[in-house]
């Protein structure tokens, strides 16, 4: 109840926890916990975190409740263990949700977390917010995504609703010939034809033909500050982010449109602590956003060594009411994760002298997870290459043949 009425926009109630006597509880032990906890830790907080794994990469650096997400034994637990509760993934279970929420303080809701969850609830709430999005339709069998691909035109990209992450649940039409493969594709066991009751729930987007794709992370508080960070121009491998560079190649006009977009979500959504607002940019210009997620995010990695603030304290900032931080980049970066195919390599790498980065003048921050398991595509960390401009951290990347696989 007590944060139903925060929200409701008793600001001022909103209530501000002080390092040194309070306990942060995340839902979720992964890296971004681990690098909220370490955030949070210099701070003068304490941190106590929920995760199925008994060698999570947060629970190395503090302490740990080890019990599977849904286990509500274990919910209760974290909610008397901790002042504050927040997550670190999306998927948080609804009972679960409901339960902290009520038996605990959580200042970010659930409420975004439902959004957020599915693309048609989330493209909804981007577009009552006055933010664009790419065209799309509402699909549930074969007849209704040929006749929205016929209106709006091929190509398009048809995702299901929920679910689907790194490019997974989605496949690219560009023939009307391939509308029938897609459908089956993403909807596996769907009927072509079929009753109310076992109709998928998918999505067909008009295909953008983007220039780029930029992200920006913007933070809002219990008492409702607002401040973005620098957008970071995103790449891709096989659906992965493999780099973010920042500040990102594109006009000074855009940079500030894409900030003004993130901030009018952040506000329009009441969303408190991170939001990640992943957009495209078209050759005119014109930004569509693509999609949210309401937590620390990969993208914003490079904040970490390269700005005053970074998005972990700054998510920190915004759950305990602290003024929020300020997002100035310090130096261009470029951030590259480390897969686990890559692991190896960075770590033998570390052992010695860098003489490519002596010579380009960068500085490589290695952020390592501690995940125990390291499998091709999983993420076990990140390097921030501070550098006098990306074209080096660009150079860094290629020249040390540690990524070409
Ligand atoms: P998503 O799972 O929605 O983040 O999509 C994964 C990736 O697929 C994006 O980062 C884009 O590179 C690409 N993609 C998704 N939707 C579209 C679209 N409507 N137009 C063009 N590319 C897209």
């Not at 609804?94 to 599915?118: I, K």
């Not at 329009?268 to 949210?292: H, P, Q, S």
């Not at 995010?297 to 998510?315: I, K, L, P, V």
């Amino acid at each position: 109840m007590r944060q139903e009425e925060l929200r409701a926009g008793a600001l001022d109630a909103a209530r501000t926890l002080l390092p040194g006597r309070t306990t942060i509880g995340v839902l979720g032990g992964g890296q971004l916990g681990r690098m909220m906890a370490l955030a949070g830790s210099a701070m003068g907080y304490r941190f106590v975190a929920l995760d199925p794994a008994s060698d999570a990469p947060c629970g190395q650096v503090t302490p740990q409740i080890t019990a599977a997400y849904n286990d509500r034994g274990a919910a209760r637990e974290l909610a008397q263990r901790a002042d504050v509760i927040t997550y670190e993934f999306e998927n948080v279970d609804a009972g679960v949700a409901a339960l902290l929420t009520e038996e605990s303080y959580v200042p970010q809701g659930s409420e975004l977390l439902y959004t957020t969850q599915h693309r048609l609830r989330e493209k909804a709430a981007i577009e009552a917010a006055g933010v664009p999005v790419a065209p799309y339709r509402k699909v549930g069998s074969l007849a209704e995504l040929t006749a929205a691909a016929a209106d709006l035109g091929l190509p398009c990209v048809l995702k299901t609703a929920t679910g689907g992450y790194d490019g997974k649940g989605q496949a690219v039409i560009r023939q009307t010939e391939e509308l029938e493969a897609a459908f089956r594709q993403v909807a596996p066991g769907a009927e072509a034809q079929h009753g109310e009751s076992e109709a998928p729930e998918l999505v067909l987007e008009k295909f953008v033909k983007f220039k780029c794709e930029i992200s920006v992370i913007a933070a809002r508080s219990t008492s409702g500050e607002v401040k973005s960070f620098p957008p970071a121009e995103n790449i891709h491998v096989d659906n992965i982010l493999h780099l973010s560079i920042v500040p990102a190649r594109v006009s000074e006009e855009i940079q500030q449109r894409a900030c003004g977009l993130a901030e009018r979500l952040v506000s329009g959504l009441n969303a408190v602590g991170l939001l990640a607002v992943e957009m495209f940019v078209t050759e005119d210009g014109e930004l569509f956003v693509n999609e949210l997620a309401p937590r620390p995010h990969n993208s914003g990695h490079y904040t970490m060594d390269a700005c005053m603030t970074s998005q972990f304290e700054q998510h920190i900032r915004a759950i305990c009411n602290l003024p929020l931080g300020e997002t100035t980049l310090l130096t261009p970066v470029v951030m590259v994760n480390v897969l686990g195919q890559h692991l190896d390599g960075v770590i033998q790498r570390t052992g010695h002298p860098d003489e490519t980065a002596k010579r380009l003048g960068i500085a490589p921050k290695l952020h390592i997870y501690g995940k125990t398991e390291s499998k091709n595509g999983r993420k076990m960390g990140h390097i921030n290459l501070l550098c006098k401009d990306t074209g080096d951290g660009l150079s860094w990347v290629e020249q040390t043949n540690l990524w070409r696989n």
